[in-house]
């Protein structure tokens, strides 16, 4: 048997339908410019759909606050850029300190991001316990951002995608990239016999997979799974607004309109390449530091638990810019664990590198080249190995 | 290899668990039996309180013979078995469950060489208008009031839907009403009665049975309660409580006041350990259900773990003895243990033997395929989450949801304490109906830990006890 693969010329390919190629695929429709995006599953179906939902500038690398604060505008305007608010709030993200040298770090944080003015507030002592009664005696202060907050990321990442199609992108969900090739001008990206999509532009949003596809064109890098361990309580009264974290990490927590605690931290486990699930001691691990932040979780009931793959570098900062090797080809990958805020800024960013090769927010730290070997050094490392014989 | 060597579980201490439980120790085998209940005996043949002082005769009926049987089968293995009763399994992995003891509050991990999951059923619901209403309870959930708590779900009872379940908890009901001065204020079963005779001929071989299922009904008729077949429930009023039920014969609307309604559309299986555990599902057209996949011996597609019951698909309680009997063999066969294959393959041939009975039972009480045409928009189809039937259409037709886990996503449809496992059939019917796909290609919900809520604390303790916690590090 036969069949005719369905050959579709365009500006710009896509591979992956998170938040980081649905927003690129909708800023690059709104810039005038055709694009198609391949996602092997469903659009916002992994990482960008099952994540913890936090929209949280504070605590980010500054290198990331331009991108951040730039996602930061993309936020306010949701619902009339992609349809749906998502449950978008900015909440407020207060960060916890449980000792004094977690307060020095705080405050650290709030001066070194001084310049973005993310009006970050100290609090702790009398205040602390005025403004959050609930919080368990552990914590001595923290650090809060008013216009940080929380979205549901299984409503906002797949309206992006949404969004885009409606823009006229072409969204071929359930179609996976199974090969990709470049003649030195064209792209020419395969699922299987079904679709073959050329193009002169090639984003690489493939998340926690995106490693094969930059190994292809020269530029490997050292791009390793990891899966939050996840968990959410039934529905209890409304008592707390702001999204929490923990200096130093360990747990995460938010209450939903609707009552429900989510809460994360930990490592989940993977199941095979595609699927994760929250590790059974991660979630005990997460039930004890939950009590402990939040005592009147005591008696709470956990509904549900759950896990997903994302990708991360060693330095924990993504790959976002230009191939070093290839014309044409983009990369915006590797967020780890902390791509939902900067998901939408990100997407503008590729749309701009895709279509005028550069971007006009600073994006340096996140170059590939970063992870590849230095042509001078790999001369040199040869040299002195020949010598050496 | 001998029986003593293997570190055998079984969950579920109905007829399936039971035989099983019993294979494994004649064969030398000391398995744990882990039973979510206080007393063993599963759904079917529930056991009252210890203390409660009612005959077998009253509590089961035509069944109390083998009620007693299986009965007395678990307290004669108490020596050579571990039995842990209240005990939920909440999650498990390979060669893990982790087991919420509810009396005590506390939470523990027990170890398995080979697993045989008997997990058995709960109810299949389709709501009607109203069924969040108090007083409206499941068929099974109102044969337990009376079989376990010895009271009823109210004093003029309709019971609505359809399977054998419908009958029996009527009569049930009818029986227990006459000294206690409850009535059954009608049955309402949305089978034709030509369904029935449709199907007399595959349910003649199983000629007991049948005659059982004849008598409830030709008891009921001659009692005096009202038996209405191939109706459709239109909706349950009432302000505070349910007080009256409509429903509809094709031509006109009927309306019956009650205080209470139990229903259901017979059962579904509780397949969630079974996904846990990774078990491949496959659909299954005669149960229209995604259920774990196994072999006449009931063989799992993961080796060492085995199902038996109503847990793989609704066969009934002969056919679960039977079916944990033969898992039972297969394990220990599979573990190098001499078993008696002519038993084995006699067991496979009276499990075989029942199908067209279940196929027969099928056709008598057919699944109601145009339940979702006639639902209403304004339909609560999750109750936990407050999700109406005209949500998930617009989902569909605004999203392009057309899969029950995205459907889910965007929703919440099955996503709160229930987990899905009241509303998920209903909602695939829905999704199937709003998307033009064919029921089995809308999929099923995936399994997540916890298998039912568990409290935090207990979690907490888990911790504690059995690991050592790694150093959180997000």
Redesign the interface.
């Known amino acids: 048997m036969t069949t005719t693969t369905r050959v579709i010329d365009t500006d710009v390919a896509i591979v992956g339908g998170g938040i980081m190629g649905a927003s690129a695929a909708l800023a690059l429709r709104r810039k005038g410019v055709d694009v198609v995006l391949l996602e092997r599953d469903l659009c916002g179906s992994r990482s960008s759909g099952v994540n913890y939902g936090g929209v949280r500038r504070q605590g980010r690398p500054v290198s990331q606050l331009p991108l951040a604060q730039r996602a930061h505008q993309v936020w306010a305007n949701l619902p009339a850029l992609i349809g749906t608010d998502g449950e978008y709030q900015r909440s407020g993200h207060f960060k916890i300190g449980r000792s004094e040298a977690d307060m020095a770090t705080l405050e650290a944080y709030a001066n070194l991001s001084r310049d973005f003015d993310l009006g970050i507030q100290l609090i702790s002592g009398t205040t602390l316990r005025e403004r959050c009664p609930w919080l368990g005696g552990r914590a001595v202060g923290g650090s809060l951002c008013p216009d940080d907050g929380q979205a549901n990321p299984r409503l906002v990442s797949p309206a992006f995608a949404l969004a885009a199609r409606r823009a006229g992108a072409q969204i071929l969900e359930r179609t996976p990239m199974t090969s990709v090739e470049h003649d030195g001008k064209l792209f020419t990206v395969r699922s299987g016999n079904a679709v073959a999509v050329r193009a002169p532009v090639l984003i690489n949003c493939a998340g926690a997979w995106a490693g094969a596809l930059a190994a292809q064109f020269g530029e490997a890098v050292p791009l390793h799974s990891g899966h939050p361990a996840m968990a959410v309580t039934e529905p209890l009264p409304f008592f707390m607004h702001w999204s929490l974290g923990v200096e130093g990490g360990g747990i995460y927590c938010r209450q939903v309109a609707r009552g429900n605690l989510i809460l994360g931290g930990g490592a989940g486990v993977a199941l095979d390449a595609d699927s994760a699930r929250s590790e059974r001691s991660a979630i005990a691990t997460l039930a004890v530091q939950a009590v402990e932040l939040l005592p009147a979780l005591k008696n709470a009931h956990f509904i549900r638990t759950w896990s997903g793959t994302e990708g991360y570098l060693p330095d924990r900062q993504p790959v976002l810019g230009k191939s070093r090797t290839t014309h044409g080809l983009v990369h915006g990958f590797g967020f780890a664990g902390a791509g939902f805020q900067i998901g939408p800024g990100v997407g503008e960013v590729l749309a701009e590198l895709a279509r005028d090769g550069r971007s006009t927010t600073p994006i340096e730290a996140f170059a590939i080249e970063r992870f590849l070997p230095d042509p001078q050094a790999a001369v040199a490392e040869v040299t002195s190995t020949a010598a050496a014989h | 290899m001998t029986a003593p060597t293997l570190q055998p579980v079984i969950v579920g201490a109905g007829p399936a668990g039971i035989r099983a439980a019993q294979t494994l120790v004649a064969h030398g085998a000391r398995p744990t039996v882990i039973d979510e209940a206080a007393r063993g005996g599963g759904q079917i043949y529930r056991r009252p309180p210890a203390h409660f002082a009612r005959s077998p005769q009253t509590l089961y009926g035509t069944e109390a013979s083998r009620a007693t049987a299986l009965h007395s089968t678990l307290d004669g293995l108490a020596a050579h078995i571990d039995y842990q009763p209240n005990s939920l399994v909440w ?1 498990a ?1 390979a060669g ?1 469950l ?1 087991v919420l003891h509810g009396p005590t509050q506390t939470t523990r991990t027990v170890r398995y060489g080979q697993l045989i999951v008997a997990s058995g059923a709960t109810d299949r619901v389709l709501p009607v208008p109203g069924w969040t209403l108090p007083g409206v309870y499941t068929l099974g959930g109102a044969q337990v009031a009376l079989k376990f708590q010895g009271c009823t779900i109210g004093r003029n009872v309709v019971l609505m839907g359809t399977g054998p379940l419908l009958y029996l908890v009527a009569y049930q009901y009818a029986k227990a009403g006459a000294k206690a001065g409850v009535k059954v204020a009608a049955v309402l079963d949305t089978a034709r009665f030509a369904d029935q005779l449709a199907a007399l001929p595959g349910m003649l071989t199983q000629p007991a049975v049948l005659a059982k299922g004849l008598y409830y009904v030709g008891w009921l008729r001659a009692h005096g309660v009202a038996v209405h077949t191939g109706v459709r429930p239109v909706r349950v009023e009432g302000d505070t409580r349910v007080n009256a039920v409509v429903w509809s014969d094709g031509q006109a609307e009927h309306t019956v006041p009650c205080d209470a309604v139990g229903f259901g559309y017979a059962l579904r299986s509780e397949t969630q350990l079974a996904d846990l555990l ?1 078990c491949r599902f496959a659909w299954a057209p005669m149960h229209r259900a995604h259920l774990p996949e196994r072999d006449s011996a009931g063989r799992t597609s993961l080796a060492g773990v085995y199902l038996a019951g109503d847990g793989a698909g609704i066969m009934g309680a002969d056919a679960a003895e039977w079916a944990g009997e033969r898992a039972a063999l297969a394990l220990l066969a599979d573990h190098g243990v001499k078993v008696d294959a002519a038993r084995a393959a006699e067991l496979e041939r009276k499990l075989t033997k029942l199908t067209p009975f279940r196929q027969g039972l099928e056709r008598a009480f057919p699944f109601p395929t145009d339940w979702a045409a006639h639902a209403p928009d304004a339909l609560v189809v999750c109750r936990c ?1 407050n999700i109406t039937a005209g949500e998930l259409r617009a989902c569909t037709r605004d ?2 949801a057309d ?1 029950m ?2 459907i889910k ?2 929703t ?1 449809v099955g ?3 229930c ?1 899905g496992r009241m509303c998920g059939v209903a909602a695939a019917e829905i999704l199937a109906q709003a998307t033009g796909k064919p029921i089995d290609q809308v999929g099923r919900l995936r399994g ?3 298998i039912k ?5 207990l ?2 303790q ?3 006890a059995h ?1 050592t ?2 150093e ?3």
């Open positions: 999650n992995q893990l982790d990774g989450e999203a392009g899969e886990n995205r996503a965007l919440r996503m709160g304490r987990q997540q830990a916890p809520p568990i409290p935090i604390h979690q907490a888990a911790t504690a690991d916690p790694a959180a590090t997000a």
